[in-house]
């Protein structure tokens, strides 16, 4: 399944969480209120697509994949990993990286890398579990993983993910979005 797959899903419960799930990243991310946003994981652009960013924020959208970036119209597209970002130290008002953490071997080194390039702001999300795992069993996917989904190594609830996060950043506020989770971070002072 690609990523963008599971956007076109019809069943209605998919719909409801994914739409949840966008409109709390909506919010906040007004709070913040960026003016350079750097999507590391961009994937196929779908925060783009449905409009989470303010329409005068064009941001930079990053991938490991050039046959993701080439469906993003934004015209700041870069090909590279979250494991090296090419910018210099902070670059950009808030940089957001959504389900791309679990599938990582290295998160921590990652966050050092979204903190290092974020001014303000880093703004992450990953799977809850167990809750996701289940819901996919649920919807029969995965069944022979127990609902994990193969490209998913590490896992995540709502004690430990802060935990992770806050030996990297100075400070982390959780953002429920069952069944994801949604950390906006302070990064440490550069």
Not at 49 to 60: E, I, N, S
Not at 61 to 88: K, Y
Not at 130 to 143: A, C, E
Request: proline share 8%; with cysteine; glycine share 6%.
């Amino acid at each position: 399944m690609s990523r963008q797959e599971k956007y076109a899903d019809p069943n209605p419960v998919v719909s409801f969480v994914i739409g949840r799930f966008f409109r709390r990243l909506r919010a906040v991310l007004a709070e913040l209120d960026p003016h350079s946003v750097l999507d590391a994981g961009s994937g196929e652009g779908e925060m783009l697509r449905r409009g989470v960013l303010p329409a005068a924020v064009r941001p930079v959208c990053l991938d490991l994949r050039p046959a993701s970036l080439a469906e993003i119209a934004e015209p700041q597209r870069v090909c590279a990993s979250v494991l090296a970002l090419p910018f210099a130290a902070g670059s950009f008002d808030a940089v957001t990286c959504l389900e791309v953490l679990e599938h990582l071997d290295d998160p921590a080194a990652a966050v050092r890398e979204l903190a290092r390039v974020a001014r303000r702001a880093v703004v992450v999300s990953v799977p809850l579990e167990p809750y996701f795992r289940i819901g996919n069993v649920l919807r029969g996917k995965h069944l022979g993983r127990l609902g994990n989904h193969p490209e998913h190594v590490q896992h995540w609830n709502l004690r430990t993910f802060p935990a992770f996060l806050s030996g990297l950043v100075a400070e982390v506020r959780i953002v429920e979005a069952f069944p994801w989770i949604i950390a906006c971070c302070r990064p440490n002072q550069l």
